[in-house]
């Protein structure tokens, strides 16, 4: 079993960047690398969509944020991070990671993960 926390929220202007980074622990660095990972975010009141995610060196992200987030991973710092550049007032909400051996066709379906971090608030005025 892996633990994620999740790091790096906090509040900026439209426009603005923001580094989200998720440290896993109790995890080999074999059994990191062999992790798929993802990013998902959830609005207040809405449900938790799939942002990106990562498997090995294909990612795969949703059109929302498609030219603006980068989703990459340290497997030596056992680190999952999501750049995120051209922050947008419909970009607030949490943020979450999570990781599993597979993660589905496009990993970016909720379901298909057992492990996820508490969340870090992100939140962009305009």
């Known amino acids: 079993q892996v633990q994620l926390v999740e790091s790096g929220g906090g509040s900026v202007q439209a426009g603005g960047s923001l580094r989200l980074s998720c440290a896993a622990s109790?995890?080999?660095?074999?059994?990191?690398?062999?992790?798929?990972m993802g990013w998902f975010r959830q609005p207040q009141g809405k449900e938790r969509e799939g942002v990106a995610a990562i498997d090995d060196d294909d990612t795969t992200y949703a059109d929302s944020v498609k030219g603006r987030f980068t989703i990459s991973k340290d497997n030596a710092k056992n680190t999952l991070y999501l750049q995120m550049n051209n922050l947008k007032p419909e970009d607030t909400a949490m943020y979450y990671c999570?990781?599993?051996?597979?993660?589905?066709?496009?990993?970016?379906?909720?379901?298909?993960?057992?492990?996820w971090g508490q969340g870090t608030q992100v939140t962009v005025s305009s």
């Open positions: 109790a995890a080999s660095r074999y059994t990191y690398r062999s992790y798929c």
């Open positions: 999570a990781a599993d051996w597979y993660c589905g066709e496009s990993g970016l379906g909720s379901s298909d993960y057992d492990y």
